[in-house]
């Protein structure tokens, strides 16, 4: 019975912290994932695939599996 009062005490301070609707225009209640980036390298001279010409940002397709749609993407060597 003395845990009663510490968890109703947890669950108030859960319930009071979380953004509500109208409160969102002034505080970012999204947080968007973190970039992903990575480099393709030649496993003979490690160096990257675009720089020294064996692909373009052309030949790279990004897509969501979940819909099968195009996603944009930003290309920077």
């Known amino acids: 019975m003395k845990q009663g ?3 109703l005490a947890l669950l108030f301070l ?3 912290q ?3 609707d109208d409160d969102c225009e002034t505080i970012a209640c999204f947080t968007p ?3 992903f980036e990575f480099e393709l390298v030649d496993i003979t001279s490690g160096e ?3 720089t020294n010409g064996t692909y373009s ?9 979940a ?3 195009a996603i944009d ?5």
């Open 14 to 16: 859960l319930f009071t």
């Open 67 to 69: 819909d099968e749609s």
């Open 33 to 35: 994932p973190t970039p």
């Open 5 to 7: 009062p510490k968890v």
């Open 57 to 65: 940002s052309s030949d790279i397709k990004v897509i969501d599996v």
């Open 73 to 77: 993407f930003f290309f920077h060597c």
């Open 18 to 20: 979380s953004c509500k």
């Open 48 to 50: 990257n695939v675009f």
